[in-house]
């Protein structure tokens, strides 16, 4: 295609409100345009890229087995009442009246509506599994949209859901559309991890979010090279072993007025990594004492979990005294006033030669040794995780933190969906049973945001090869010049057959310019035909990725199988 | 694709509120499902065929030079305030607030979007022409939807718009996208017919209808096979020419009362052609005398156009008689009492020795001659036409009458939008003008219901070869057949590689039912392979548009090759 004939009007300055450096680059690369808050119109770059991420995501669907569908975007408000939707979902909801003064929503997701297909069709165990997948916009009226097309009120969404006979299939099949989530995130060259998330208003009982690794993410993951992720607030600690110690005798040591773990560190001259951090929560009334290494923070989220409280929060004064028999800063395991529950972190079981509070006002108590000087009731995994924390995945990797963009979510609805629409099935035995469900969304329209987050730098976007809206771009320096002109047509024609999208930069423009733009709109590779060039024999061959330095020249033809073999064609 | 691995569930009946042929045959071959009123879910056979109509569009549209955006479905209310349309646009318009009582609606149609695009970036004529297209959902509150996806509530549109410099340049790539749209019917495979309109709500000067003709169609046009198409109503007539008479004398014939052209005909026992039947009209209060033969009807649309009256309508008994002098029945163009404006159409201005009503009760003149026995103000084409007139574009042809189905609308909509938001260019001398703009659009959703109105018998859908969801259904009668399952699967592959789709009906049912949902599923070429015929070497070759009996015993190669020569691959 030519330059002079695509409408994509770049920008020098992306305008005040793109408050994040994809919707800026999108802008200034003619790629969309604002409508209004939270609502953008695609140009056709824009959109050449955003069907190459859809033609990704409905291969590995087909592959995976699933049927692609169309539903409607306005639903009946009869459907949502029938899974109680309709009262819970809040705000975020677009509900609107027919002209009869009927109540409709835009789906945001459509379980109801694909529950209410399956149901007029489906009745044999013989029909299934089967799984539906449409790409459709959705609606959510956001509180605060923003990040450009990242956190729109209307977006492009594949979302799939499947139908099984029972939990032992869905499992087998959420296993497959899982793989199926890691090679689109893979083909469109994404740093992701997949995180075991708690489930959001969807509902269902497990769930992986697909989190692209990027600053500008919405949440914290902690994740290792071996592919491990999980978010902060869930990631799992392992045990921790010591090396071993010839055990010394207790002994108390005056501490006036030094509670804190840093301070009696600081006074002692002992390792806060040797130290046990007692901790007097109360559970649901009861009290119990928690303890981790004085380097680490109690999880309180993994704390409720384990005891299964409904309200957890750490004690007052006055219970911890009672509990411990001293003020607040000199709690330790030993001795404790009150017989209470003593839960102890995978970091300190093996602890050796520790240092504890004495329950006593001003007093330590150091070379403490577990199950000689005190007992625990549980141990367990409570504390947060830190950088450098060994991956409880492989083990021997190292946990970094980073931020993460969700751009895909699986999750097992189990029969949440068909028990309130009664959606069932009769088994080999004529038997009704409720469909098990499964459901797998993933943001098409984020994912080139996600994209664009990850891989930028100063002079615009870098398409990674599969979803770039051009994958080369010829720059003729002079398009008039019949020899340049006659090089780049033959250079297109060659390209073009194997099926490689190239833009032809014809515009009567600078090479400056048409540089500057290229780099803009990020298309991977270029190739430049300078006259002077041409009259040796060569292009100029530039991977966008590249730094500017890096400019190769090679023959037309070189060039042209060099991307031949990029591209695999 | 195995027909085993396809959810397309086939219904023995339609439902009972499927009331048009299309709506029963997509519901019972399993390609769409009712959601609600005028809302429905496209299943994969559906959206198979929908896709390939939408391929037909993008490739004619692309080839107009056209670029391919995707604009948000929700609107803000500002920008329909600009143009006047949130006002003017009654309850068809979905409206809808958001959390802040922001109001927004549905797009039923873009102009508004496509213009506050277009005024955003473009400044210059250089940036001029320029068309965008967009493949949306449409949403129109239809007071009755019904008809299955032909009258939905929601519904896929392609819509474009182009904008230009000024009129000329509109004019010439309106003939551009005219043509385009006569690709798009004939890629289709559709008999239609483009007809000049008149506009509706959208506004413009201009308007083209591509009309599918088909019993279930709306609308009446009146066609010729040379092309032309009209609606009934603005179809030309053209001047009647009549053999050379001898002028005879004109004479009084007593007719006691008889007034109407039939009586008075049986009564002379002269032919009603030979009648100039005289109506008296009012135009905005005047009063004027309309000649027509006797056969034929005054087309009061085409006479309020030609008066420019506001309002029209026939004259009462006295307005009759204080013109002609005498009661209804025996009004004629001779000797008015009153001087009033006489209008003669083009069938009555060379009709010789003529009947008239002789302006006295009870009398009618016979051998009248125009200009010898009286004159006339005005010769035009008033008259309604009928079936068998002349086709005023080949003039040789005869008119017929048609149903047909809008599938597609050409507009010229001048400056009504560019006007009202402001949209403006600068030209050649730095001057600034008005974008001049067109309109396009395209029920693509509809497209696939005219389709099936114009093509389908008792057995079910006969799709075209271009939208057919599957090209070829190959039917093994044994797939368990182990000659059968790999000759079925090297005709699969030779056909697939040369991008052919085909349906591999693998199911464990009898021929005949794999036959039945053949048929009605409407897959246009079907190859059988039974183990009796296999075992000769040959297989059953069938197209579906041909009889039961139309079936060709052909060597698999000969079947593969008369498919790919069909297809052109």
Not at 230 to 259: M, R, W
Not at 339 to 367: C, E, F, P, R, T
Not at 397 to 426: P, Q, V, W
Request: charged share 30%; hydrophobic share 40%.
């Amino acid at each position: 295609m030519f330059y002079s004939k695509l409408y994509a009007p770049t920008l020098r300055e992306a305008p005040s409100d793109a408050d994040i450096i994809s919707a800026k680059l999108m802008i200034r690369s003619g790629m969309i345009r604002k409508v209004a808050s939270g609502l953008y119109e695609f140009l056709p770059l824009g959109l050449r890229a955003l069907r190459k991420v859809e033609n990704i995501i409905r291969r590995e669907m087909n592959a995976a087995g699933g049927q692609e569908v169309v539903l409607p975007l306005i639903f009946p408000k009869e459907l949502w009442i029938e899974t109680g939707r309709w009262n819970v979902y809040g705000k975020e909801l677009f509900r609107l009246k027919d002209r009869k003064d009927a109540e409709f929503c835009l789906a945001p997701t459509a379980e109801e509506g694909i529950t209410d297909l399956v149901r007029k069709d489906v009745k044999s165990y013989k029909q299934l599994p089967v799984m539906f997948y449409q790409f459709g916009t959705k609606f959510r009226d956001e509180i605060r949209p923003r990040f450009g097309i990242m956190r729109a009120r209307e977006f492009l969404m594949k979302d799939a859901y499947s139908f099984h006979a029972d939990d032992a299939d869905l499992e087998k099949y959420y296993k497959t559309m899982f793989d199926a989530y890691t090679n689109i995130c893979s083909r469109c060259g994404f740093k992701f991890r997949a995180v075991e998330a708690a489930s959001g208003a969807i509902g269902g009982s497990f769930s992986h979010e697909f989190m692209v690794l990027a600053e500008a993410g919405e949440e914290e993951i902690a994740h290792c090279e071996c592919g491990y992720g999980a978010n902060t607030e869930k990631a799992e600690c392992l045990e921790i072993k010591y090396p071993k110690e010839t055990e010394n005798a207790a002994a108390e040591v005056y501490t006036p007025s030094i509670g804190s773990v840093e301070e009696v560190s600081k006074f002692l001259k002992i390792s806060a990594e040797k130290f046990i951090k007692t901790l007097i929560y109360v559970s649901d009334g009861q009290p119990a004492a928690v303890l981790v290494r004085g380097d680490f923070e109690v999880n309180e989220i993994k704390l409720q979990s384990l005891l299964g409280s409904i309200e957890l929060s750490l004690a007052d004064d006055k219970t911890i005294e009672e509990a411990t028999g001293a003020p607040c800063g000199f709690a330790g395991p030993v001795n404790l006033k009150k017989k209470i529950k003593v839960i102890a972190d995978l970091s300190v079981i093996n602890l050796q030669n520790a240092v504890v509070g004495a329950n006593k006002k001003d007093y330590h108590l150091k070379d403490v040794n577990v199950n000689r000087d005190f007992k625990y009731d549980i141990a367990a995994d409570v504390r947060k995780i830190i950088k450098g924390d060994a991956c409880p995945k492989c083990k021997t990797g190292k946990i970094d933190f980073a931020r993460g963009i969700e751009i895909g979510h699986c999750f097992k609805l189990g029969t949440k969906y068909s028990k309130s629409m009664n959606a069932t099935y009769l088994d080999t035995n004529g038997k009704e049973n409720l469909m098990v469900m499964g459901c797998y969304g993933i943001g098409v329209t984020r994912i080139l945001a996600a994209t664009i987050e990850q891989s930028h730098d100063d002079n615009g976007i870098i398409w990674p090869d599969n979803i770039a809206p051009f994958e080369v771009i010829i720059v003729p320096v002079n398009f008039a010049d019949a020899k340049t002109k006659e090089a780049t047509e033959k250079i297109y024609k060659e390209l073009s057959s194997k099926g490689i999208d190239v833009l032809i930069d014809d515009r009567d423009e600078r090479a400056g310019i048409k540089f500057k733009d290229a780099d803009l709109i990020g298309i991977p590779y270029r190739i430049t035909i300078g006259e002077k060039n041409l009259a040796n024999g060569n292009v100029e061959f530039k991977a966008r990725k590249n730094s500017k330095e890096a400019v190769e020249l090679l023959k037309p033809q070189e060039a042209v199988n060099k991307i031949i073999s990029i591209y695999k064609r």
